[in-house]
C-alpha cells in the first residue's frame, strides 16, 4: 500500500505570492516524523522542513511551513512568497517508528514552476 | 562537516558487467541509507546501516545487489550482472542515530548508465 500519496504531479505559482504542495501518508505507527526535500534540477536532494507526530504546532522554516492535520494523515507544505529559485521537485517522506523499522520513505514528488 | 560524498558521479557500463559504488557519510552520523531513484520519481528505499550493522534490505534489493559498511565508516553497493533496468540515480544519505527529527543529509549520487 502506497504510505506517501503526492496527488499534484506539476504544480504554477506566480513569484512571490504563496503555494501549498499537498501531501497525504499512512502508518499505524504513533510515532513518526514527516519532512519535505527539495530537489533542483542539479540533483542534490536538500532538507527543508521537519513535522513530528506528537509536535502539537505546526513547524515552520522561514518562508516554509508545514500545515499537519494528523486526524486527517496530511502535511501539506506552505511556501510563501515563491520565488524564481523555488522551481524544483518537491518531495514529502515520512520516517516510521519501530513498526515501520525506521526508515524513512518518499512520495513520487511535485514539480513546482515559478512563474516570472 | 563536508557533507556526504558519493563516488563515482557517473557510471557507464556494459549489461553484465559489475560495479561498485562508493559513500562517505557525515563522520558522526551512525546511520547511513541507500536509496534508487528514476527520473520523475521519489527515491526508492533500498538498505540501511547502523553503524555497521545492516538493519534492513528492501524487497527491491534482488540478490544481485549487496551493501557493505565494514568498520561503520564508509559503506559500499555493488550490483552484479547488471542490468538495462539496474539505470537510475543511486543515492546515498546519513543521518544521526535515534534522533527520530534528524533529517537526512544526501550527497550528489551516484548516476548509473547500463548500455
Known amino acids: 500500500a502506497q504510505k506517501i500519496t503526492q496527488t499534484q504531479p506539476g504544480m504554477f505559482v506566480q513569484e512571490k505570492e504563496a503555494v501549498t504542495l499537498d501531501c497525504t501518508y499512512d502508518t499505524s505507527d504513533q510515532s513518526y516524523g514527516l519532512f519535505w526535500y527539495k530537489q533542483p534540477s542539479s540533483g542534490e536532494m536538500i532538507f527543508l522542513i521537519y513535522?513530528?507526530?506528537?509536535?502539537?504546532q505546526n513547524a515552520t522554516e522561514g518562508r516554509y511551513s508545514l500545515n499537519f492535520q494528523k486526524a486527517r494523515k496530511s502535511a501539506n507544505l506552505v511556501i510563501s512568497a515563491s520565488q524564481l529559485g523555488d522551481s524544483a521537485m518537491y518531495f514529502c517522506?515520512?520516517?516510521?517508528?519501530?513498526?515501520?523499522?525506521?526508515?524513512?520513505?518518499f512520495g513520487a514528488g511535485t514539480r513546482l514552476f515559478v512563474k516570472a | 562537516d563536508t557533507g556526504v560524498s558519493q563516488d563515482p558521479r557517473h557510471k557507464i557500463t556494459k549489461r553484465g558487467q559489475n560495479v561498485t559504488f562508493r559513500c562517505d557519510p557525515i563522520s558522526e552520523h551512525n546511520r547511513l541509507y541507500w536509496y534508487r531513484q528514476t527520473l520523475g520519481q521519489g527515491p526508492e528505499f533500498l538498505t540501511y546501516?547502523?553503524?555497521?550493522?545492516?538493519?534492513?534490505k528492501s524487497r527491491l534489493l534482488s540478490d544481485r545487489f549487496s551493501a557493505e559498511r565494514p568498520k561503520g565508516s564508509f559503506s559500499t553497493l555493488e550490483i552484479q550482472r547488471t542490468e538495462q533496468g539496474d539505470s537510475a540515480m543511486y543515492l546515498c544519505?546519513?543521518?544521526?542515530?535515534?534522533?527520530?527529527?534528524?533529517?537526512?543529509?544526501f550527497g550528489d549520487g551516484t548516476r548509473l548508465s547500463i548500455l
Open positions: 544519505a546519513s543521518s544521526l542515530d535515534g534522533m527520530s527529527n534528524q533529517p537526512q543529509h
Open positions: 517522506a515520512m520516517r516510521e517508528g519501530k513498526t515501520g523499522g525506521f526508515k524513512t520513505i
Open positions: 546501516f547502523q553503524n555497521e550493522a545492516q538493519l534492513e
Open positions: 513535522q513530528g507526530s506528537y509536535d502539537e
